[in-house]
């Protein structure tokens, strides 16, 4: 808001007059017309009053806040305030319609049925001003069903072709409950027909199954059956299908997908509840797989059925997971997953990326089928979430919603309302904003819909850029009542006397230095002196003779200016005692510097700004008191690694309390540990043995103000005695002992034996001497 401190004089012509800003939008604007003005804000009005400016005002004191502008003295009628509105076009009540048994003679068409109100308005915007209206929606009872069943057909979904083939009438009954105008259809795919995903030998072509097993031919999409509400022909086209192959495990059904949301005339969709189900035991490929098949081109999104099936699937790449969002969005598309347990997770992560779709889980052989297509669709149907299409800039869209039992959401909840029943009515309250005048103040028309749902909404937003002033007479009288009031006087306002000075000579005073800006365009020059322009924070202002200087373009430190202990003067910082630098961000404090022994930085560097720089190499730290190289660092630091590395040691119990000092890294063996060269920092390499004789190595370092070790997650314990290899040893010492004992004694024994053999021969030879002796004496006698 701009306060005058001096009230006008008419003898003073030439006085300036000063103003006080106090974070006026209006004014800060510097707005030149009436358009400008009513696009700085939505309090902003503008005064039209041929003799409401005052002697030295700008033209762009016009504009101010309404209330601004009544106390200045403008006439309310004078004052130009544009003021938006909405107008509903298209309001068609929503259908009440109760579910009919037997045949109903008056069946609305679906496109006759309404499920949502209104359909059509316009909202005429000012920037800044909200407008708000209220939409309506509520589930219609017996709404038409369209339901598209997509089946993987590899080889591994055999057992499940047989349970698919009398889906149709089964299926058909159980839906009759829920809607009597209900469709079926029934597509299927395989794989892309290339390599590496297909055999392309010409015998695995014709039969992709081994064995005995006669299988169809590989294929990638194909459209069996459009929608229909004939049961008996979905079971009698499904029956005639053919199990396939293909050679890696995920599968494209991707391609399919999109072939089966773009194709929208070949499948037969209606203008109704439409649903996609997608069932496979296997993942999926997704953009850029395509590069395996030496396929690069993009999807392009469009339908390529010939005699219903894709024939582009080894021209175009598949398509990616937002492209899909994309045209199932776009097509009203609602797609439950029916997988199997295993790829549950996988498909989990995939419905969250896709709205208003939902994941089942399949049995091993589809039997569920029917009861998992039933669950998912009531989950479906039970929740709407409103979504719009492309704003254009500078335009703001918020919801509120009003649910079921009273419930309240707003912000990003506010867009949608859950467990919603057949006949539920549900309201949103919608508040669209814009800001300045978007697209050149050209209508622009938008769309809301909610989602998996064919109805929108349409809503035509008018920008009220311009004022009605402008486009009547009294611009013409403004400029006629100023051409009389600048006889013989000059200025962009006739605030100066031309006896002043001439008019030539009015704009060179406003120049530094004769160059070609005017107040080095930080101001107006009012009577060839500068009038600095004011800041919408009124803490922020330019000064000088020629607005060349201010306090909020100097040198930031911790995003605050002049680092917060100093004032900016002139762009430049003049900074607070004890600190220095461009921007006062240099402390000449040096008590944070001090070490524990009192000393500058350990006596081992020098304090800078009030942080120490290390002379030393060896030392650390915030005081350079930290030597991750000395002596004793290992045995300092073993049993805090010990205890978190291991859970072991000494400090195992108080691990927790005095070990969380350091940031422990785990490397798989000692290779892996930083070397001394890897790091700008000391490594210290430590090897310690614990209690078991265990050897532990790691490396302790200081990283700035961090502590990271680096620690072999194995210990290195020295390995036990072989046991068999000693046993066996003992064993075959023992045996050999044994027999050099035995061979010993048999020696030995050889020996006595022969000794007494010797000795029984010479005794038997002495004792036959005796003999003949005695005989010869005899004889002698």
């Not at 004694?745 to 005695?774: C, G, P, Q, Y």
Request: charged share 25%; net charge negative.
């Amino acid at each position: 808001r701009l306060r005058y401190t001096s009230p006008p004089s008419d003898s003073a012509l030439s006085s300036l007059f000063v103003f006080h800003l106090e974070g006026n939008e209006c004014i800060s604007a510097n707005a030149k017309h009436c358009g400008e003005c009513i696009q700085a804000g939505a309090k902003c009005g503008w005064c039209e009053q041929e003799d409401f400016l005052k002697q030295g005002e700008a033209l762009s004191t016009r504009c101010d806040e309404v209330e601004s502008l009544k106390e200045r003295g403008c006439n309310d009628s004078q004052i130009q305030n544009p003021i938006g509105k909405k107008s509903i076009i298209t309001n068609k009540p929503v259908t009440n319609r109760k579910k009919v048994t037997g045949v109903e003679t008056n069946k609305p068409k679906p496109e006759e049925i309404t499920q949502i109100q209104p359909q059509k308005l316009r909202l005429n915007l000012r920037s800044g001003q909200p407008q708000s209206f209220d939409l309506k929606f509520k589930r219609a009872e017996d709404y038409p069903i369209d339901l598209y069943y997509l089946m993987d057909l590899s080889y591994s979904m055999k057992d499940d072709l047989e349970n698919v083939k009398n889906l149709g009438t089964s299926l058909m009954l159980e839906m009759k409950k829920i809607t009597s105008d209900f469709h079926i259809g029934f597509g299927s795919f395989v794989e892309k027909t290339v390599m590496p995903y297909i055999s392309t030998t010409p015998s695995k072509l014709l039969n992709p199954c081994t064995g005995d097993q006669n299988c169809t031919s590989p294929f990638s999409y194909k459209n069996v059956l459009s929608l229909t509400s004939d049961g008996n022909m979905f079971n009698s086209l499904v029956g005639k299908q053919q199990i396939s192959g293909n050679l890696d495990s995920p599968e494209g059904g991707f391609d399919a997908i999109m072939q089966v949301a773009v194709c929208g005339k070949e499948i037969g969709w209606r203008n109704v509840t439409r649903l996609l189900v997608f069932s496979t035991d296997a993942g999926f490929h997704f953009a850029g797989d395509g590069k395996l098949g030496g396929i690069v081109l993009p999807n392009d999104g469009k339908c390529h059925l010939e005699d219903n099936v894709y024939t582009m699937s080894h021209y175009y790449d598949y398509p990616s997971i937002a492209h899909l969002v994309q045209k199932l969005s776009d097509n009203n598309i609602q797609t439950i997953f029916a997988v199997t347990e295993e790829f549950q997770p996988v498909y989990q992560e995939l419905k969250n990326l896709i709205p208003k779709s939902a994941v089942g889980t399949l049995s091993a052989n589809s039997s569920n089928v029917i009861n998992l297509i039933i669950d998912a669709y009531n989950s479906l149907s039970s929740e709407v979430i409103l979504d719009n299409s492309k704003l254009p800039e500078g335009v703001e869209i918020e919801y509120k919603s009003q649910c079921k039992n009273g419930v309240v959401n707003d912000k990003d909840d506010g867009r949608k309302c859950s467990n919603i029943s057949i006949g539920d009515e549900v309201n949103f309250n919608i508040t669209v904003t814009s800001k300045g005048c978007p697209n050149d103040g050209k209508s622009e028309t938008i769309k809301i819909k909610p989602l998996g749902f064919t109805e929108e909404v349409e809503i035509i937003l008018n920008f009220i850029c311009d004022c009605q002033c402008q486009n009547n007479d009294v611009v013409k009288k403004t400029k006629r009542y100023f051409a009389e009031k600048c006889h013989r006087r000059v200025g962009r306002n006739c605030e100066c006397s031309s006896n002043d000075m001439a008019t030539d000579d009015m704009d060179q005073t406003c120049r530094k230095d004769n160059s070609t800006d005017i107040c080095s365009n930080n101001g107006e020059c009012v009577c060839g002196t500068c009038e600095c322009k004011k800041r919408p924070n009124p803490e922020e202002r330019y000064s000088g003779q020629f607005c060349e200087c201010d306090n909020f373009n100097c040198d930031r430190s911790g995003n605050k200016l002049c680092g917060g202990n100093g004032r900016c003067v002139c762009r430049e910082c003049i900074c607070d005692p004890m600190w220095s630098g461009r921007a006062c961000d240099c402390s000449l404090d040096n008590s944070t510097c001090l070490a524990t022994n009192k000393q500058i930085c350990n006596g081992r560097g020098r304090c800078e700004c009030g942080v120490c720089k290390c002379t030393d190499p060896k030392f650390q730290g915030p005081t350079c008191e930290t030597c991750p190289t000395c002596p004793g660092v290992c045995a300092e630091h073993k049993l805090c690694v010990q205890c978190r590395a291991f859970g072991t040691g000494e400090k195992m119990k108080t691990c927790k309390e005095e070990c969380s000092y350091f940031n422990l890294i785990t490397v798989k063996d000692r290779n892996k540990l930083p070397q001394p060269n890897d790091y700008p920092y000391p490594v210290m390499h430590c090897k310690e043995r614990d209690a078991n004789d265990c050897w532990f190595y790691y490396t302790y370092a200081v990283n700035d103000t961090e502590r990271e070790v680096h620690v072999v997650d194995k210990l290195d314990c020295p390995s036990g005695p072989d046991i068999i290899p000693i046993v066996a040893g003992v064993v075959a010492g023992i045996v050999l002992i044994g027999l050099a004992l035995l061979l010993i004694w048999k020696l030995l024994m050889i020996i006595h034996d022969r000794r007494e053999f010797a000795k029984f021969e010479k005794e038997k030879m002495n004792a036959k001497w005796d003999t003949v002796s005695a005989w010869n004496r005899k004889w002698c006698n």
